[in-house]
Nanobody
Framework: QVSVVESGGGSVQAGGSLRLSCATS????????AAWFRQAPGKEREGVAA???????TYAASVKGRFTISRDNAKNILYLQMNSLKPEDTGMYYC??????????????????????WGQGTQVTVSS
């Protein structure tokens, strides 16, 4: 069983920044993928960004250039740095993991069905 626990959500004005953290035991495996998803009220959960143990990263088009996914292997923590936030970035943000896993070179944002391990979510609210 892989543990996944998010933290770092909050409220911010448009144009501001937030950093989400996800403590996950997935990083103790030699092959893994870790991803961020978000879900706005009344909408489907969508993939935001992902990385794998080969350092491949992928982003949704809507966040490319504004969000950065990264990891701290020593602390087993996944991060999502969110800059230039917009009201449409509001939603519940979830961290997810899979092992073994390779993202591949498609550049496609993460798919919900690929990830079996999920955190409880952390709320991000961006006001205009």
């Amino acid at each position: 069983q892989v543990s996944v626990v998010e933290s770092g959500g909050g409220s911010v004005q448009a144009g501001g920044s937030l950093r989400l953290s996800c403590a996950t035991s997935a990083f103790t495996y030699s092959s893994y993928c870790a991803a961020w998803f978000r879900q706005a009220p009344g909408k489907e959960r969508e993939g935001v960004a992902a990385l794998d143990s080969d350092d491949t990263t992928t982003y949704a088009a809507s966040v490319k250039g504004r969000f950065t996914i990264s990891r701290d292997n020593a602390k087993n923590i996944l991060y999502l740095q969110m800059n230039s936030l917009k009201p449409e970035d509001t939603g519940m943000y979830y961290c997810a993991a899979d092992t073994p896993c390779v993202l591949g070179g498609s550049g496609s944002p993460p798919y919900r069905s690929q990830y079996p391990y999920w955190g409880q979510g952390t709320q991000v609210t961006v006001s205009s």
